[in-house]
């Protein structure tokens, strides 16, 4: 294991906190029964799996996260998937769902509270530090170096920051450090974002990633909840508070991103719309892929259904099972079909004479003989009827479907419904 990988003390003194109570409404009908952190994603995993792998790998035993929104999916998920934990070893594992401890009527009223309403579980646990995490991000990262780093540098709060195009970072909270990464002013999704110090092209957008000491934490969240001013947002209220009067500092994703041999670029995405979520997943379908899962040191860790192999069967000229720069999940079965650049989820059938290019399918899809699918998201558990064809037509696959920007379908139940009403 390289120098970079081995885990020091201080992961063994930090709870990793994760936000996952949001539902992304930018991915429509995806969150429609499920938040966005427990959307699949990669063919086994789910979105949130990717900050909780990164916690466990980076030698972090202690972990929350905090759940609102549509939570059943994502809290059985996590209960499968996460129960490995146990209290014998210092290690624990607390799904926080908003149960209204503050108040009868009060649910998590924003990412900082969200932390604060769950205060004396935190520090029931006795860790110095504690690392926040959105739980909606796909990426690989070593928090143990983001640990210190900020205890090198002293800082009060250390924020996780990718390099952007300046031009494009006005989508982000974008901080603006001086020459050795101390922020000096927190912009929220600036017109004209600022440059980092000697490249006028490159500008710092936040990861939602922070590192603190538990105590000062639980002393600036204690003072927000009494500010009756405040959102109860980290980004809004708690980091501005932080760059004004304390020590903030910027910790470069390249410093602490965790890379094989295969991947060249520090890779990072928020597959918050239909077509970022569609693009993350093709990636992976690549040859040499973007993002690379099969590397042993640094798995991500998920539940694992127990699953058949995948099948493909037929053997005729027009029916042939097959599958070409794909990714195949177990308990899959095409049977005389052809998939071309497609993410098959586990138990999914593809029926003889149909074809699926440029695909991502969710698990449970069946889909019927002479389909002919391009450029799709398919939703859990959907039949596609036989000869269905999406991807010639935009005009008429709008109509039906919810067709993004970029041209991808998203294809769920009730709208193969409707077409039988229509």
């Known amino acids: 294991m390289t120098e970079q990988r081995r885990h020091g003390p201080l992961a063994r003194d930090a709870m990793a906190y ?57 809290i059985r998920h996590l ?21 209204q401890r503050v108040s009868e009527d009060q649910w998590y009223a924003g990412t900082a509270d969200a932390v604060f309403q769950n205060l004396d579980i935190i520090e029931a646990h006795n860790v110095k530090f504690i690392v926040i995490l959105a739980g909606d991000h796909i990426y690989k990262m070593d928090y143990e170096l983001m640990l210190q780093e900020h205890v090198n540098t002293g800082a009060d709060v250390t924020i996780g920051v990718l390099e952007v195009p300046r031009l494009e970072a006005s989508g982000f909270g974008v901080m603006h450090v001086d020459e050795k990464d101390q922020i000096i002013n927190f912009i929220e999704k600036p017109k004209d974002p600022p440059a ?10 936040s990861m939602g990633i922070y590192v603190f000491e538990t105590k000062l934490l639980a002393k600036l969240l204690i003072e927000d909840a009494a500010d009756p001013n405040s959102s109860r947002d980290f980004g809004k209220d708690i980091i501005p508070k932080m760059v004004k ?80 720069a794909s990714l195949v999940a177990g308990g899959c079965i095409v049977s005389g079909g052809m998939i071309r650049r497609t993410m098959l989820f586990s138990g ?19 889909v019927g003989r002479n389909a002919r699918l391009y450029k799709v998201v398919i939703d859990t558990g959907v039949t596609i009827p036989d000869g269905l064809v999406v991807g010639d037509d935009p005009i008429f696959d709008a109509k039906r479907f919810r067709r993004s920007e970029k041209g991808i379908c998203l294809i769920t139940q009730p709208m193969i419904d409707k077409l039988g009403t229509s």
């Open 196 to 205: 980092i110090p000697g490249n006028p092209n490159v500008a710092l957008a």
């Open 79 to 99: 209960q499968r998937g996460w129960n490995f934990f146990r209290t014998e070893r210092n290690e624990s594992f607390d799904i926080l769902p908003a149960s």
């Open 348 to 366: 999914c059938r593809v029926n003889s004479y149909s074809s699926l290019e440029d695909a991502v399918v969710l698990p449970r899809v069946n």
């Open 245 to 324: 009067g304390g020590k903030a500092m910027a910790h470069r994703f390249t410093k602490s991103c965790v890379r094989s041999e295969m991947e060249k670029e520090a890779y990072w995405r928020d597959v918050g719309t239909i077509d970022a979520y569609w693009e993350a997943n093709l990636d992976l379908c690549e040859a040499v892929p973007s993002l690379d899962l099969y590397e042993n040191d640094w798995p991500i860790w998920t539940y694992s259904e127990v699953t058949p192999p995948a099948k493909f069967v037929h053997d005729l000229e027009g029916r042939r099972g097959s599958a070409i």
């Open 18 to 74: 994760v936000l996952a109570g949001g539902r992304g409404s930018r991915l429509m009908e995806l969150t429609d029964v499920r938040a966005k952190p427990a959307v699949p994603f990669g063919g086994k995993s789910r979105i949130i799996d990717f900050a909780l792998s990164n916690a466990m790998n980076s030698g972090i035993r202690r972990i929350g996260v905090a759940t609102q929104y549509k939570a059943h999916s994502l």
